[in-house]
Structures are given as C-alpha cells and as structure tokens.
C-alpha cells in the first residue's frame, strides 16, 4: 500500500462514508486519526459527519503547525483527512514529508470545483499520491457522476461551503450541457 492515497470524487459521492468505514478498519490493528481543516463548517466542530448520518471525532486545524502538534500528541500510523481539496500547500508538503517516515496518509475530498477547475491542494495531492481511488455518485440521467454542479448563486467564488441543496452530482455529458 502507498503511504500516500487520494480518494476523490464529486460532492455526495459517499468520501467522508468512506473515510469512517476506513478508519474502522485501519484503527482494528493501527493507531489512526481523522482530521478536517477548519474552512470546512460543515460538520459539528469536532467530528466528520457523513450525509448518511454517521460521524466520527476528528481534529480541526487552521494551520500546519497546529496539525503538526495533534500528530505528535496521537502518534498515528495512518492519518485519514477529511475535505483535502481545502487544505495549504505548506499543509500537504509536511504530510508528504511525514509519510516519508512512516506515516500513511489518506486524503479524501473533491478533485474539482463546480466548474470542472482542479482545486490546487487537490493537484498537488495527485502529484505525491501512489494510489488514486475515484469515487462516484449517480447522476440524475443514470450515468456515473464524476463531476458537481452547483446551482445556487456563486457570486464569482469557487470555494462555497454548505449549500447541499445547490449541488449535484452530475455526469461528464451533464456537465457539459450545463455549461
């Protein structure tokens, strides 16, 4: 297993569902760890949620030392991060850097934003990662979705945090009609 995995995939595709029945399993033989960064407010403070209703304690951090201090008081072999796609630079280089001693670090979040642009925390992800896991949701149409669409107002933002009930899983054919 690559000490660096990114599971990716459009918004309702069940990631933080996966990132919970993950850390159940990692955590039967491993000490393992979930963290968000604080720009996500969608879950309760301290917890992942996923939309099928189960959550998991996590660790929020606003910054990479702060990161970096949670990791040295759990002392974890795998670190599952929750909504990746919001993280720094500086944040996913210290991780990488830290799987280079040992830790097994899996990211979870969106590839891209609602109009198909690659989040950067997400490029630099897939630069480092080993082992690429996409995830899907059902379009409407029945196809697979791979991308979101967001039908609310965005105002020119490309970072718009809640909202669930503007976005949509969407396939690559329903994208781009929409667009």
Do not use: W
Not at 11 to 19: E, N, Y
Not at 37 to 50: G, M, Q, W
């Amino acid at each position: 297993m690559s000490p660096i995995a990114f599971i990716y995939g459009p918004m309702k595709s069940g990631k933080t569902a996966r990132l919970i029945g993950d850390f159940y399993a990692f955590s039967e033989n491993h000490r393992a760890m979930v963290v968000r960064p604080a720009l996500d407010t969608r879950s309760p403070d301290d917890k992942v949620k996923s939309r099928n209703g189960s959550e998991l304690p996590c660790a929020v951090f606003d910054s990479t030392e702060a990161l970096a201090q949670q990791l040295d008081i759990n002392q974890s072999e795998y670190l599952l991060v929750d909504e990746a796609q919001f993280l720094s630079e500086d944040a996913i280089m210290f991780l990488v850097r830290r799987s280079l001693s040992g830790l097994r670090v899996r990211f979870y979040g969106l590839m891209t934003d609602y109009r198909g642009a690659t989040f950067a925390a997400s490029a630099i992800i897939t630069r480092f990662a080993g082992q690429l896991d996409p995830v899907f949701a059902d379009c409407h149409c029945g196809q697979p979705a791979q991308f979101t669409r967001f039908t609310g107002e965005s105002n020119g933002r490309t970072i718009i945090v809640g909202h669930d009930e503007h976005y949509f899983p969407v396939c690559t054919k329903c994208f781009l009609e929409a667009h």
